[in-house]
């Protein structure tokens, strides 16, 4: 799928390379490696697209829509949600007894999350901004995403300025430990 667009075309992008993540996961044979590789792909993604919604997208909420920091607040707690899911998911082997509960829960909370944003949120920001600040948002994410973490870290700051410092320094550590490990490939 192709990247690029304002912020809402990029999102709305990643959404859909996540779900076809989660289609081919649930897909894989129970206990396979390919279904540890795609949790790994899934995992890297969600956390990337986590990180540049909260280090820019939820800011322009908060600015540009009414009573706009309780909806960053709500996708904040979402987030956080799927965050401690994921760490769940990232001690477990394939094997483990309660492994496909949690990916179901997962792709339960990510589902949901995905609905809210596209049916409202994104609805609601495309009336309240223009075309150039939504495009500038989406280069923003874009660039947010190339030095975000790639692992869940549920207990790392998830607001400015605090997400904004620490992320890359994660994002950095987390990369190297991949290309180490092989792991989303």
Sequence with gaps: MGHGGDVIDELTTDHREVDALFEELQAAAPGSFERKRLLDKVTIELVRHSVAE??????????????GDAVADKEIADHSRVEKLLKELEG?????????????KLKAEVTS???????????????????????????RVRRAKTTAPTR??????DTPPGNKLLAPGAGLVDRARDFVTGRGK
């Excluded at 939504?134 to 280069?139: C, F, K, M, N």
């Excluded at 869940?152 to 700051?157: E, F, N, R, V």
């Design 54 to 67: 909260e280090e820019h997208l939820y800011p322009a909420v908060r600015r540009h829509l009414a009573g």
């Design 152 to 157: 869940p870290h549920p207990s790392a700051p």
């Design 92 to 104: 477990r082997g394939v094997d483990a007894a309660d492994f496909d509960e949690l990916v179901t």
């Design 113 to 139: 999350h995905v609905q809210d944003e596209e049916q409202n949120l994104f609805v609601r920001l495309r009336q309240a901004c223009d075309e150039n600040e939504l495009s500038e948002l989406g280069e």
